[in-house]
């Protein structure tokens, strides 16, 4: 069953701005926990990795930054293109 519509256009606009509203303050997503890791941090974490004779894969740098695997792939990709656009080598 329908609710009434309040008696003139000003309410209404009221209560679904206070609707909306509290739509827009709920709960964070929760796959957004974490801050991105910049560019520069994810070098030097494989450049450390490198020093250490550790196997760099996407897996294992996101070990190291703790983050998820899919993070970890994505943060070494960008690496890799970052070395690369620089006329360095891959990193493997």
């Known amino acids: ?3 009434k519509a309040p008696p003139n256009a000003a309410e209404w606009v009221e209560e679904l701005t206070e609707a909306l509203g509290e739509a827009a303050h709920s709960e964070p ?3 957004r926990q974490r801050e991105a890791v910049p ?3 994810a070098k030097d974490t494989i450049a450390a990795m490198k020093v250490q004779r550790e196997k760099i894969t996407g897996m294992t740098l996101a070990e190291r930054l703790g983050h998820s695997d899919r993070s970890g792939y994505r943060y070494f ?3 890799q293109v970052a070395q690369l656009a620089n006329g360095g080598g891959g990193f493997r």
């Open 39 to 41: 560019l520069a941090i």
């Open 29 to 31: 997503n929760p796959r």
């Open 77 to 79: 990709g960008e690496a």
């Open 1 to 3: 069953m329908r609710e």
